[in-house]
């Protein structure tokens, strides 16, 4: 992710794998050092999944492995300091785990992904406005056809998705080839499987002409282990 401007306008959105988030204003990270500085406290059974950056107005979306995803406002998610953990975004059940966040920004659908290769996207509209912290609604009925939910993105029907197999095998395919369809289904297939694998990621191919900063006069890099770094422009 590369920023420019840190500034109050802006916020980092944290969100890791037991659904935690937190909200720290961009200016907190203005003067790094060599070693690095700590940007939150995370237990040792969780792990973070994602980080992008917010202007104080967005909607976020959670899903999870389970299929299940909620949508607040960023507003219910107060700032905080660096060295702290967070608020409960969503609730969990079991051994469920959050899998991807959306940060609302462009007027488009959401498509979610399963590791058995179906796929859907559903207007934003079918994800009503809920309180952070609650365990949610239905994204993706997941049944043993569909497998685990794997990914969570907010899609145009002119962007193409990259996606990626557990035993290396990589697909290019344009988002308005998925069907837009009802939030509580299991979707379509998108890719064919072999006997034994399984779709493990997603990537939005970001376009040239997309903007990848955050205006401004300093310039730094904030890295997320494992996440593509193409589809962090904003």
């Known amino acids: 992710m590369t920023v420019r401007d840190f500034g109050d306008q802006h916020s980092l959105l944290f969100a890791t794998a037991n659904g935690i988030v937190k909200k720290t204003v961009l200016s907190a990270f203005g003067n790094p050092r060599s070693s690095g500085i700590r940007a939150i406290n995370i237990e040792d059974s969780d792990r973070l999944i994602d980080v992008q950056v917010t202007d104080g107005t967005n909607d976020i979306v959670l899903a999870t492995r389970s299929g299940m995803s909620i949508r607040f406002s960023e507003k219910d998610a ?25 940060v609302i920004r462009r007027d488009a659908t959401l498509l979610v992904v399963s590791e058995r290769g179906l796929g859907k996207r559903s207007e934003l509209s079918d994800y009503r406005l809920q309180k952070r912290g609650g ?3 239905i994204t993706l009925r997941r049944t043993e056809k569909t497998g685990a939910v794997v990914a969570l993105k907010e899609v145009l029907p002119k962007d193409e998705l990259m996606l990626v197999t557990r035993h290396g095998v990589i697909i290019r ?9 009802g939030r509580n289904t299991q979707g379509v297939k998108i890719m064919n499987l072999d006997a034994g694998d399984a779709v493990v990621d997603v990537a939005r191919v970001v376009r040239e002409d997309e903007a990848d900063v955050v205006e401004g006069s300093t310039e730094a890099q904030v890295v997320v282990p494992g996440r593509n770094q193409r589809e962090m422009g904003i």
Do not use: C, N, W
């Open 173 to 181: 395919l344009p988002v308005e080839g998925i069907r837009v369809i």
């Open 135 to 137: 365990k949610g609604i």
């Open 78 to 102: 107060r700032e905080m300091g660096r060295a702290t953990s967070g608020v409960r975004g969503v609730q969990l059940e079991g051994d469920d785990r959050v899998i991807g966040m959306v």
